[in-house]
């Protein structure tokens, strides 16, 4: 359910696997500690497909380790029947009106960087000081928070529990189909907000011990093909980098700035950087700092 529980498991040793699909600033770490197999991309002809805007990037400049999978970012939910006004600020997660009814997100990196955004800092800190404010920020938003959640959005919000939460884009279109099966009395919309957000971009890698590496390099030769990235695309909801891909869906979707964001709402977005081990174990520890104050 997170980067940090999946890299736990693959470095304790206690589970092999042939692919797994890490977020950008742990593919870094896991480059840089050596966990990677380098890619055969004769076995991946497919690849040519992916978007040239979302190759080489920082973490994986040739990628050498790596193939884009999904994209997404991170917006406010809303209950358009228990909100008034359609949120436009991160700052609107920390409104005293919405006490009891705010769902945010259980994990640090995330957490952190919603926070980072309200107050105008980086999501990637660079001085203890940066963090203690961010850390200050979530302990004072902590009293109006119904629940920390992950998955558990899906149902607290179709069940009308929370009037405003945090929410990946990539879960909007599904969560909206379950509103209108359901024949609910509301609608749940979804805001980029004006300070910016993260941009984030899911690969497959293959794990250094991997004891199948040709077969997962055909496997996600097999992904990469337009008809089967637009079937899992309409399955998992997530924005594909799969550029011919994306050039058969409908255009409507391809048109859905929830799905696909312009330019203009990217405009003051920021990606996750590594920023090492200690700064990974200091995420942790004021998050369950924040949580247990």
């Given at each position: 359910d997170s980067n940090e529980s999946m890299?736990?498991?693959?470095?304790?040793?206690?589970?092999?696997?042939d692919v797994v699909i890490p977020s950008d600033y742990m593919v870094a770490k896991m480059i840089a500690e050596g966990m990677?197999?380098?890619?055969?991309?004769?076995?991946?002809?497919?690849?040519?497909?992916?978007?040239?805007?979302?190759?080489?990037?920082?973490y994986d400049p040739t990628n050498a380790y790596t193939v884009p999978y999904m994209l997404c970012t991170t917006g406010i939910i809303y209950n358009t029947t228990m909100v008034e006004n359609a949120p436009t600020k991160w700052a609107d997660l920390w409104d005293e009106q919405y006490a009891g009814n705010i769902l945010m997100f259980n994990n640090s990196r995330d957490a952190y960087a919603i926070a980072a955004f309200k107050n105008g800092t980086s999501i990637n800190p660079e001085t203890p000081e940066e963090v203690d404010e961010v850390v200050e920020t979530l302990k004072a938003q902590k009293p109006l928070v119904q629940a920390y959640v992950m998955d558990e959005i899906f149902d607290k919000m179709i069940g009308g529990e929370a009037a405003i939460g945090v929410i990946y884009s990539g879960e909007i279109m599904y969560i909206q189909d379950e509103v209108a099966a359901q024949n609910l009395p509301f609608s749940l919309e979804y805001v980029i907000p004006e300070e910016g957000t993260n941009v984030w971009l899911d690969s497959w890698v293959v794990p250094k011990n991997a004891k199948n590496k040709e077969n997962a390099e055909k496997w996600i030769n097999f992904l990469c093909r337009p008809d089967v990235a637009v079937k899992n695309f309409e399955y998992i909801t997530y924005a594909t980098p799969n550029k011919a891909a994306k050039e058969m869906l409908d255009e409507e979707i391809q048109n859905n700035k929830a799905v696909f964001p312009d330019a203009k709402q990217l405009k003051n977005c920021e990606v996750y950087r590594y920023l090492g081990d200690e700064a990974d174990e200091l995420y942790n520890s004021l998050w369950k700092e924040v949580k247990s104050d």
């Open positions: 890299y736990a498991k693959l470095k304790s040793g206690a589970a092999n696997y990677l197999a380098p890619l055969d991309y004769s076995n991946i002809p497919n690849s040519q497909n992916i978007d040239a805007v979302y190759r080489d990037p920082d």
